[in-house]
Each structure stands twice: as structure tokens, then as C-alpha cells.
T-cell receptor, first 116, second 113 residues
Framework: GAVVSQHPSRVICKSGTSVKIECRSLDFQATTMFWYRQFPKKSLMLMATSNEGSKATYEQGVEKDKFLINHASLTLSTLTVTSAHPEDSSFYIC????????????FGPGTRLTVL | DAKTTQPNSMESNEEEPVHLPCNHS???????IHWYRQLPSQGPEYVIHGLTSNVNNRMASLAIAEDRKSSTLILHRATLRDAAVYYC??????????????FGTGTRLTIIP
């Protein structure tokens, strides 16, 4: 099966710092990757769609200057949470869709961000 | 996006079949029915998807009503590892490039040993 990894798996940072989360498709090429956020006991909320070589498409209410997304290659997308605050503490999950065929998305294991 | 309605939670005994229902009365002709599940502290995992006909794979079966307004995910023999939140999601295939998945609240399945 297709494997998607995320790094780091968990991170604790001080308020005001920036945190970068990487999402990699390990054994397939992904033109499109997605970033989700999930608060405790809640469902996943799509933040943005990341397309290789172009600007990300953000969902309504998601600040693009705060959540910087870069999709520089067919196997890597990064999410940078800039000037993080305690309310940004959440479980961040990425998913990737294959370049060709098949309808399913493959999800990473998630990154738990805690902002002190 | 067409919405789905699922029970908040269900329980099932281990080694018995589980039927997880999903209502999607406003489904359009181009909506695929997808099921994903999320184990605790992990990212979601694809389970199965279908359009009109019933589908089977190694994980589960998907039974789709004739009018497509509801579907049922069937786990034939539940194990403790099947305890998860199960999400029923509609994906519009008519808009090429619109690959977004909109997650609802899902059904939290508890397996009783």
C-alpha cells in the first residue's frame, strides 16, 4: 500500500515561534496533498489543498499567512505554523493522492503540536 | 457538498458482524460513497468506496441502497483492532480536480471483548 509519513510526530514549542511539519509520500508521487487539523474529540477539518508547483488553495477561514504551505516536489509538502499561539495546538494530518488512478487518499500518521 | 448522517456511536461484540449505517438522502448522481476509519491517535485509513453496486474488499463490504440514499459498511467479523471512528463521506467526481474530502462526525465503534 501507499505510505505517507509526517515529521515530526509531535512537537512542543513556545508561543511566538514557528513550526514546520513535513509530509512525504514514500512510495508514490502525489500531485495533490491535503492538510487537515483535528481538535480533541472532533472531526478532521480541511485547511488547504496543496498542489505541486503552484500555490495552495486555502479553505474559508484559514489564514494563509499564518499557515504557510509549500509543495516543492511530487513527494513533499510542508506546513509551517508561523508565530504559533496556544490556540494553534492541535493534531495536524496530511493526506496525499496518487498522481494517477485510484480514488482513495492516503493519510499520514499526524503531528501533534502543543504550543506553550 | 451533499451531507451524510451517521449514528454517533455503536457497540459490537468481538467476532460478530458489524453494520455501520450512513444516510445520504441528498446524494447526487456523480457522488461516490467513501468510507474511512480513524484509529486512536492516528491518521484516517481508507476502507472502501463505491458508486452504485455493492463492493467487497479484504477489509469490509459496502452495501448501497438501490436509490443510493443510504449505505451500510459491513465488517464481517469484528476484532478489537476495528475499534475506531468510521467516516462516511461523499466525493463529487463530476468536478475533476475537486478531490476534497469533507469529514463529518463519524461513528465511534466500540468492540466489546
Amino acid at each position: 500500500g501507499a505510505v505517507v509519513s509526517q515529521h515530526p510526530s509531535r512537537v512542543i514549542c513556545k508561543s511566538g515561534t514557528s513550526v514546520k511539519i513535513e509530509c512525504r509520500s514514500l512510495d508514490f508521487q502525489a500531485t495533490t496533498m491535503f492538510w487537515y487539523r483535528q481538535f480533541p474529540k472532533k472531526s478532521l477539518m480541511l485547511m488547504a489543498t496543496s498542489n505541486e508547483g503552484s500555490k495552495a488553495t486555502y479553505e474559508q477561514g484559514v489564514e494563509k499567512d499564518k499557515f504557510l504551505i509549500n509543495h516543492a516536489s511530487l513527494t513533499l509538502s510542508t506546513l509551517t505554523v508561523t508565530s504559533a499561539h496556544p490556540e494553534d495546538s492541535s493534531f495536524y494530518i496530511c493526506s496525499a493522492k496518487r498522481l494517477a488512478g485510484r480514488n482513495e487518499q492516503f493519510f499520514g500518521p499526524g503531528t501533534r503540536l502543543t504550543v506553550l | 457538498d451533499a451531507k451524510t448522517t451517521q449514528p454517533n456511536s455503536m457497540e459490537s461484540n468481538e467476532e460478530e458482524p458489524v453494520h455501520l449505517p450512513c444516510n445520504h438522502s441528498t446524494i447526487s448522481g456523480t457522488d461516490y460513497i467513501h468510507w474511512y476509519r480513524q484509529l486512536p491517535s492516528q491518521g484516517p485509513e481508507y476502507v472502501i468506496h463505491g458508486l452504485t453496486s455493492n463492493v467487497n474488499n479484504r477489509m469490509a463490504s459496502l452495501a448501497i441502497a438501490e436509490d443510493r440514499k443510504s449505505s451500510t459498511l459491513i465488517l464481517h467479523r469484528a476484532t478489537l483492532r476495528d475499534a475506531a471512528v468510521y467516516y462516511c463521506i461523499l466525493r463529487d467526481a463530476s468536478n475533476f480536480g475537486n478531490e476534497k474530502l469533507t469529514f463529518g462526525t463519524g461513528t465511534r465503534l466500540t468492540i466489546i471483548p
